[in-house]
């Protein structure tokens, strides 16, 4: 199948997605609290069979895990249609994805046992504990100490913009197991969040989604806690990466989407020097770029997809498409959904707006799970290797 064409059963799913979206998950959001998290909205996502796609059986062979609607193309089709409807939604099933993916790819049998069923179900939180204080996007120099204990370890320091803390029920941790050794010294582990020692703080922030801060004070993990193998933390962590960053170049473009068609349909009616916004050629053609540019991310989100099914996380070329679909989607999002907001004026500004609340949420994406800049340096890299 060609990478920009979607199939008539993927195009129903996400017909079938933004309808859900907007008749059952929309009216969950709106009962939430901002800045916290929303238990019976990631429930919901759990018994409707979404989050159960973010974790296939182990061991499908590259090529097989993209027909249909699974897949890294179908987290990108999830999260771009859940995200034109209900962009709290398409946030609770990403977090949800990123925190216990590193279980599901990397995890001992009794590890995914106790957990994914419960993340898949919507009852446990999870969330990937990387950015840290002084390292944010240059995972390599994270310092959160992982010293020896016996046979495992304390982990003591602090970890910060953290989506889902502190209220998560589990949290991948990326600690420093072996010093001055850069990205070969890192461990991941899988930490329930009742471990004595870890506490954390909610911060503040834009984005109406939960992020906080998590502070380790000695707590002690063993070696049935580790993730993946010690001191090779790091690979469990680009890998997960490689694999999200496409979907939230399609969380990006599902914001895209929606901010075109509200502004599509306000230029159309909205009455202005003899006639509408849109026969204004000026308007209509600030139109006309917010759809080209909307649908060539959207192209090059669903090609970056394709070839992680189709090839495997570590081929070469993946995540340097990977980059390039997160850098265009988000970098298109924010223009279009900024240009939609100059076109509706002042009614845009007005708290509880559909633009208002999309000019909050995407932000954000510029800069989690590496800044465009960091993706930038990630395709130079690539291209003078």
């Known amino acids: 199948m060609p990478t920009f064409s979607l199939d008539p059963a993927q195009t129903t799913w996400c017909t079938e997605l933004r309808a859900l979206a907007a008749d059952r998950f929309r009216p969950l959001a709106e009962k939430g609290d901002p800045g916290q998290v929303n238990r019976p909205l990631v429930a919901a996502l759990g018994e409707a069979g979404l989050l159960g796609r973010l974790f296939p059986e182990p061991g499908a062979p590259p090529g097989t895990a993209g027909t249909g609607v699974g897949g890294a193309l179908g987290l990108c089709l999830m999260r771009e249609s859940l995200a034109y409807a209900c962009t709290e939604a398409e946030t609770a099933l990403a977090l949800q994805g990123l925190g216990a993916h590193p ?3 990397y995890g001992t049998a009794a590890q995914r046992e106790r957990w994914l069923s419960e993340a898949a179900a919507g009852r446990a939180i999870a969330a990937f504990a990387l950015s840290e ?4 996007s240059d995972a390599a120099a994270l310092s959160l100490a992982a010293d020896r204990d016996g046979p495992g370890w304390r982990l ?3 970890k910060c913009w953290i989506s889902n803390a502190p209220e998560a029920d589990f949290y991948t941790v990326f600690a420093r197991t072996t010093r001055d050794a ?4 890192v461990t991941a582990f899988l930490v329930p969040a009742d471990r004595e020692g870890l506490t954390g703080t909610a911060l503040d922030m834009l984005s ?3 992020i906080g801060a998590l502070d380790f004070d000695g707590v002690r993990v063993g070696p049935e806690d580790v993730i993946g193998e010690v001191d090779r933390g790091f690979r469990v962590a680009m890998t997960t990466l490689n694999r999200f960053r496409p979907s939230v170049g399609a969380f990006a473009v599902g914001m895209a989407a929606a901010a075109l068609d509200a502004t599509l349909a306000h230029t159309a009616r909205r009455d202005a020097f003899g006639g509408t916004l849109a026969d204004l050629q000026s308007v209509a053609h600030q139109v006309a770029e917010m759809a080209t540019r909307t649908e060539a991310a959207r192209l090059m989100v669903y090609a ?13 070329g993946i ?8 850098l265009l989607a988000t970098e298109t999002a924010q223009y279009v959904v900024d240009t939609a907001v100059q076109l509706h004026g002042a009614r845009a500004l007005r708290r509880g707006h559909l633009l208002e609340h999309l000019y909050r949420e995407v932000r954000a994406p510029r800069i989690y799970e590496g800044a465009s800049e960091v993706q930038r340096g990630i395709i130079a890299k690539e291209l003078y290797a």
Not at 133 to 136: I, K, S
Not at 304 to 316: I, K, M, T
Not at 319 to 326: G, L
């Open 133 to 136: 204080p002084g390292a944010g």
């Open 156 to 158: 003591t320091g602090e």
């Open 182 to 185: 850069g990205s070969r010294g």
């Open 304 to 316: 970056a997809a394709s070839a992680y099914d189709a090839e495997g996380p570590r081929a070469p």
């Open 103 to 105: 279980v599901h790819a």
């Open 319 to 326: 995540a340097r498409r990977a980059a390039m679909a997160k």
């Open 208 to 210: 109406p989604h939960p």
